[in-house]
């Protein structure tokens, strides 16, 4: 039985070509679309470039439109689909796509380090790995899963870790769910089973802050207005923020503008463990919600989709970290 798989391309490093100066360019039109795979024996592949963006480019608007066009290919008797997107925002339509898609479908994202002339040139290998496990039965009900280097990682803790290593995309503190090996898809994880909330519309003006040391009110300050519909901290350690900050923290949940926190540290999970001024204990008793696990691009994408279903409060709160 031919299984038909969907191509969504939407631009990035993969679709792009280095330039006589060693500049790297967006193409008019993405080399991928002219290029066969071998191997395709029951494969009908459908190709759409619905966008040619490169990826700082993208947005919550352009994610929405590709979860519209996934849920309409489920409904168009698509086994699997594959989206080739560029590396720096990668991570965040994973995310985004894992939460609002409510499907068996398999769904693999990949892109490429490296672009389409370059000596070494991951996409197109990229991209074959990514068809081989949008079109795999074991890639069934496994949510959005990103495809590069050989590795298969859940949209849910995947990130890019390098600038400009192939092997960029990792999962601090619990690794790669499979791997592609000698042709074969092979999950070595399972994943986590999660809410997924299908949107119609995108709220706007969630911010991501960064704390460091001597912090002080300024930048929440800025953010206390009307407009400001959510904000994501990335605090220090295990959760905690400099004393200085508590003032204008208090001003914005006045507000009833929510506050999730999360950790900066590269591995591990943000936890109220300490109870000083500013610690995470304090932290919590004052409103801010802790969200375990994820990081702070992450957090705001969940947040988003979050505010975006109509979410507030208690269900919120728990919304994040479900």
Same mark, same amino acid.
């Given at each position: 039985?031919?299984?038909?798989?969907?191509?969504?391309?939407?631009?990035?490093?993969?679709?792009?070509?280095?330039?006589?100066?060693?500049?790297?360019?967006?193409?008019?039109?993405?080399?991928?679309?002219?290029?066969?795979?071998?191997?395709?024996? #029951?494969?009908?592949?459908?190709?759409?470039?619905?966008?040619?963006?490169?990826?700082? *480019?993208?947005?919550?608007?352009?994610?929405?439109?590709?979860?519209?066009?996934?849920?309409?290919?489920?409904?168009?008797?698509?086994?699997?689909?594959?989206?080739?997107?560029?590396?720096? @925002?990668?991570?965040?339509?994973?995310?985004?796509?894992?939460?609002?898609?409510?499907?068996?479908?398999?769904?693999?994202? @990949?892109?490429?380090?490296?672009?389409?002339?370059?000596?070494?040139?991951?996409?197109?290998? #990229?991209?074959?790995?990514?068809?081989?496990?949008?079109?795999?039965?074991?890639?069934?009900?496994?949510?959005?899963?990103?495809?590069?280097?050989?590795?298969? *990682?859940?949209?849910?803790?995947?990130?890019?870790? *390098?600038?400009?290593?192939?092997?960029?995309?990792?999962?601090?503190?619990?690794g790669p769910i499979g791997i592609i090996?000698?042709?074969?898809?092979?999950?070595?994880?399972? @994943?986590?089973?999660?809410?997924?909330?299908?949107?119609?519309?995108?709220?706007?003006?969630? $911010?991501?802050?960064?704390? $460091?040391?001597?912090?002080?009110?300024?930048?929440?300050?800025?953010?206390?207005?009307?407009?400001?519909?959510?904000?994501?901290?990335?605090?220090?350690?295990?959760?905690?923020?400099?004393?200085?900050?508590?003032?204008?923290?208090?001003?914005?949940?006045?507000?009833?503008?929510?506050?999730?926190?999360?950790?900066?540290?590269?591995?591990?999970?943000?936890?109220?463990?300490?109870? $000083?001024?500013g610690g995470g204990v304090n932290l919590?008793?004052?409103?801010?919600?802790?969200?375990?696990?994820?990081?702070?691009?992450?957090?705001?994408?969940?947040?988003?989709?979050?505010?975006?279903?109509?979410?507030?409060?208690?269900?919120?709160?728990? $919304?994040?970290?479900a």
């Open positions: 039985m031919t299984k038909k798989i969907l191509i969504l391309h939407t631009g990035g490093t993969i679709s792009m070509s280095e330039d006589k100066t060693g500049k790297v360019k967006p193409n008019e039109k993405n080399p991928l679309t002219s290029l066969t795979l071998s191997n395709q024996a #029951n494969l009908e592949l459908i190709t759409e470039e619905i966008f040619n963006l490169p990826s700082p *480019h993208m947005d919550p608007d352009h994610m929405l439109q590709l979860s519209l066009r996934l849920r309409q290919a489920q409904a168009e008797g698509f086994f699997g689909a594959v989206i080739t997107h560029g590396t720096d @925002t990668l991570e965040e339509t994973a995310m985004f796509l894992d939460l609002t898609l409510d499907s068996k479908m398999p769904v693999a994202i @990949t892109g490429a380090m490296r672009s389409s002339n370059e000596i070494g040139s991951d996409g197109l290998y #990229n991209f074959r790995s990514a068809v081989m496990v949008a079109s795999s039965p074991e890639s069934v009900n496994k949510g959005v899963v990103v495809v590069m280097n050989d590795e298969i *990682h859940a949209a849910r803790f995947v990130t890019k870790t *390098h600038t400009t290593n192939v092997a960029t995309f990792r999962t601090p503190t619990f090996s000698d042709g074969h898809v092979a999950y070595v994880q399972n @994943t986590i089973a999660r809410q997924c909330l299908p949107l119609t519309n995108i709220v706007n003006n969630i $911010y991501l802050i960064k704390a $460091y040391a001597g912090m002080d009110g300024t930048l929440l300050a800025a953010l206390d207005s009307e407009a400001t519909k959510g904000i994501v901290i990335e605090a220090l350690g295990a959760g905690n923020l400099p004393p200085q900050t508590l003032p204008a923290l208090k001003k914005l949940l006045q507000r009833q503008i929510p506050i999730i926190l999360v950790s900066r540290c590269f591995n591990g999970i943000a936890e109220p463990v300490y109870d $000083y001024e919590q008793k004052m409103g801010i919600t802790f969200c375990r696990g994820l990081n702070g691009p992450k957090a705001r994408i969940k947040l988003l989709v979050g505010l975006s279903a109509g979410l507030s409060g208690e269900k919120l709160a728990h $919304y994040i970290n």
